[in-house]
């Protein structure tokens, strides 16, 4: 079958293709071109399609409407504007124009071939960059039988600027994403691509939003599989910290001293759109943006208004660590050497993850500066000789330990395989050091697997050496490979000559291409284990903030999630019978291996509340209804099973875990009304370095099962007295960044009047 297609895209490109390709989209006709790639083959280009609206005038800063229709026939044999910027690159001043929402699709085939697609999202920081081809050249994928789709999105304050307001809430430049993926998904069928195996890839800013976009509800079910080159939406430089701040200091700037949101809108969108961008270069500068870690207009966590899509309402990480992220095979990586600039400073301290939130010469900081000093520098760390080390440092701090953590939380709520992978090559094709660095590093650094992926300008008078061409050869088979059925190695052959085992709760494997394909497990493990220990110690899920004003109300980030949130109205379920119909976070470890323990026998009673429907409510222990309607239910009848917990210290250092239960039904249980919230200190649990537990636990010899996540508990004091009400899947303050429902039980315990 795959023979027969290749023979019959073989006969289109041997002559038979329309001279003047013409296709028909939902809002009229476009006419391409036939373009030769450099192998020799045809392919039909599409260059210049408008996605969306014109985001002018009174449009500026807001979400993307769709396209409107064209009469006659439309030219699409040349590139759209790209968006308002300052070029890095190639110009190296100010391009583009506000009108640039405009995407470009080349593909083999227009007579209904069902090819896979790829939509490429470009880097640049979420400040500049298109889809051009200029840098992102598709001939190369093109030729290995799939259609690929690159777009321009808006960049800089003119895409990410917020005011937290319905009208300009933020993220406008993905939500861009967003609608020319919803485009594609209406329309590719016309080029010959398959609607339904849609793959995004993207790199840097462009994988931070491929990430997102996979947690987002704005694409579910609309994304197939996932490639994600070197970043995700963990990284802290990836959100803006205080954009309305961000928004009042870019009108200073420019001369506006307004404080009212709507004064500022006013004002900004009657700024030429030139003006706004030069404000937001010297703002806002790559270089500041790296030094600082903070991004001044990237993504937000938006805030929640009727009728109003957001990309993202609430942490990114909360969205991971809760399964809600799409469920798709993803293939994620990063270069050998990701980041090499001037070291601007010898203290250490500024390398340690900003979202650790420690304090400058704290203790905690120090200890943890002179870790990394045995841990990455032989010598003096401060010396000359020790920039290499310095560089993976680096490289480690603003990518790899993201990826890592990404890999390893994934890992617990997917059940898709997820394939890892290093780019470690170094040949004439690399361009970082063409575009940015002058080092002379022999390392794989930053974009230079694009160099292999994508035809560009810097190849125009580069002979690429036998190496070269098996390398980009080995890479573009491997990404088509997994757009076309998940899997990057279906068969070995003499390009790909080695088995791509997806990583494991036991081994992160990971392909390492170089001259030769191979297979390594755990790469950097000490020093990726390092930084768990330091995550595990310090990290605190509610300290992700939600990046809004700190004078603006908090979100309730859990009011919108109905695929999965249980609090919701819906009386047809009983969440008391049917728990395990509704658990979906099946791969979370329900009871966490302790640490850090005493040699003595800890025991800690809890008491589990399980809600019993009365005839004229429909109203589970599950549902925030429980409380804020509590004056429906005067007294519940409750079931009252007490389980006893024990904690052995054994001789040879293990732990072991004893669990008992007993069920009392009282006569009359408080209402819950009576329920008097008193946040106390929790005991510290570990969750064994994210490896899932067996959803049973054997006590005594009884083979019992662990309790899902749909339970109340109360801890009680000496006298009996409820001392507090937390969710049975909550985990110990020690233990949050690897468990769910955090931030759930954080703003359900405030909205009862509890304090942090």
């Known amino acids: 079958m795959i023979s027969a297609v290749n023979e019959f895209l073989d006969d289109l490109r041997g002559g038979r293709m329309s001279e003047s390709p013409l296709v028909t989209v939902e809002q009229g006709q476009l006419q391409g071109r036939i373009v030769n790639s450099p192998s020799g083959k045809a392919f039909y280009s599409f260059q210049g399609i408008p996605y969306a609206k014109p985001p002018l005038g009174s449009l500026r800063f807001k979400a993307p409407q769709p396209p409107e229709p064209w009469d006659g026939i439309r030219d699409a044999t040349a590139e759209g504007n790209v968006c308002a910027q300052i070029d890095p690159v190639f110009a190296k001043s100010y391009v583009g124009d506000e009108n640039c929402l405009f995407l470009n699709v080349y593909t083999p085939s227009t007579d209904g071939a069902f090819l896979p697609v790829m939509i490429w999202i470009h880097g640049g920081g979420f400040k500049w960059g298109s889809g051009n081809t200029n840098l992102y050249g598709p001939d190369f994928l093109v030729d290995r039988d799939v259609v690929v789709v690159t777009i321009n999105y808006r960049c800089g304050a003119l895409g990410f600027l917020s005011l937290n307001t319905p009208e300009v809430p933020g993220n406008a430049g993905i939500k861009d994403i967003v609608q020319a993926i919803r485009w594609v998904k209406d329309n590719i069928h016309h080029f010959g691509g398959n609607a339904g195996n849609l793959t995004i890839f993207g790199e840097s800013a462009g994988a931070r939003a491929v990430s997102l976009l996979t947690a987002s509800p704005l694409t579910k079910n609309l994304i197939s599989k996932a490639i994600i080159q070197s970043g995700n939406a963990l990284s802290s430089r990836a959100f803006q910290r205080d954009p309305l701040q961000s928004a009042k200091a870019l009108a200073r700037s420019l001369g506006c001293e307004a404080e009212d949101v709507d004064e500022i809108l006013e004002f900004l969108i009657a700024t030429p759109a030139k003006d706004l961008v030069e404000a937001d270069e010297k703002l806002n500068s790559l270089q500041k943006v790296l030094e600082t870690s903070n991004n001044l207009f990237g993504l937000v966590i938006e805030k929640e208004f009727p009728g109003v899509e957001a990309v993202i309402s609430e942490p990114f990480i909360n969205i991971l660590t809760s399964g809600r992220t799409a469920n798709i095979p993803i293939l994620v990586g990063t270069t050998s050497l990701e980041y090499a600039c001037e070291r601007k400073t010898d203290d250490l301290q500024e390398l340690i993850p900003a979202d650790l939130n420690l304090d400058r010469n704290s203790e905690e900081a120090l200890a943890i500066v002179e870790e990394i000093k045995k ?93 070269d061409i098996k390398m980009r050869e080995r890479i573009v088979r491997l990404w088509t490979n997994f757009a ?64 809004q004003s700190k004078n603006e109300p908090q979100i309730d980030t859990f009011k919108k999630e109905p695929e999965i949130d249980t609090y919701q109205n819906e009386p047809e379920i009983d969440t008391c019978k049917k728990e395990t119909e509704i658990d979906t976070y099946k791969n979370e470890p329900e ?166």
């Open 375 to 467: 841990l990455y520098f032989k010598g003096n760390h401060t010396g000359v000789e020790s920039l290499p080390e310095y560089f993976h440092l680096l490289s480690d701090k603003l990518i790899n330990l993201d990826t890592h953590r990404y890999i390893k939380y994934l890992l617990q709520v997917t059940n898709r395989p997820i394939y890892y992978y290093r780019f470690d090559y170094v040949g004439e094709l690399n361009i970082a050091q063409k575009i940015f660095f002058s080092l002379g590093l022999k390392y794989a650094m930053h974009m230079d697997e694009l160099g292999y992926l994508f035809k560009n300008d810097f190849q125009k008078d580069v002979e690429p050496t036998p190496e």
């Open 484 to 547: 076309k059925s998940g899997n990057p190695i279906p068969d070995e052959n003499h390009y790909l000559n080695t088995n791509w085992l997806p990583v494991t709760n036991d081994n992160l494997y990971c392909l390492n291409l170089n001259s030769e394909l191979t297979l390594i497990s755990n790469p950097d493990k000490e020093k990726m284990d390092f930084w768990e220990k330091i995550y595990d110690k310090h990290y605190r899920i509610w300290d992700e903030t939600t990046n």
């Open 591 to 756: 009871i966490d291996t302790p640490k850090h323990e005493p040699e003595i026998v800890s025991v800690i009673e809890t008491v589990v509340i399980t809600q019993v429907m009365n005839k004229e409510t429909s109203v589970s222990e599950e549902r925030t209804e429980v409380v804020s309607d509590s004056d429906q239910i005067d007294r519940a009848e409750v079931e009252t099973q007490i389980t006893t917990t024990t904690l052995l210290e054994n001789n040879d250092g293990s732990q072991t875990l004893i669990v008992t239960e007993k069920t009392e039904t009282p006569e009359q249980a408080p209402s819950v009304k009576e329920m008097i919230l008193e946040f106390s200190e929790p005991a510290q649990l570990e969750s064994n370095e994210h490896k899932p537990v067996n959803d049973h636990i054997n006590t005594n010899g009884v083979d019992k099962k662990a309790r899902t996540s749909n339970e109340i508990k109360m801890v009680h004091n000496s006298n009996g007295a409820p001392k507090e009400v937390i969710r049975a899947n909550d985990p110990p303050e020690d233990d949050l960044p690897k468990n769910i429902g955090v931030n759930k039980f954080v703003s359900f315990f405030e909205s009862l009047g509890g304090k942090k």
